[in-house]
Nanobody, 124 residues
């Protein structure tokens, strides 16, 4: 089992920044690819960013490329999502997820463990 707890969400004005954190406990964190997904009201969950178990590969949705950066600190069992130049359309609940030995897929299906989510609201 892997337990994931997200933090860092909140209310920010358009153009602002937030850094989300996802703290993992349980199994060996460094063996897991980590992903961030989001779900806005009335919309399906969508991929945001992912990082491979080794940290050598990152993957981003086109909508966030150049604005968001995913990183991981295996010593702290934590993955981060730095979000800059936020837009109102980035408003959603953001979830982190873990995939054993993954390469950082954009597909949600390989991810076995999910956090409870953290709300991000971007005002215009």
């Amino acid at each position: 089992q892997v337990q994931l707890v997200e933090s860092g969400g909140g209310l920010v004005q358009a153009g602002g920044s937030l850094r989300l954190s996802c703290a993992a406990s349980g199994r060996i964190f460094r063996n897991y690819a980590m992903g961030w997904f989001r779900q806005a009201p009335g919309k399906e969950r969508e991929f945001v960013a992912a990082i491979s178990w080794s940290g050598g590969n990152t993957n981003y949705a086109d909508s966030v490329k150049g604005r968001f950066t995913i990183s991981r600190d295996n010593a702290k069992n934590t993955v981060y999502l730095q979000m800059n130049s936020l837009k109102p359309e980035d408003t959603a609940v953001y979830y982190c997820a873990a995939d054993a030995w993954g390469s950082g897929s954009h597909d949600a299906h390989p991810y076995e463990y999910w956090g409870q989510g953290t709300q991000v609201t971007v005002s215009s």
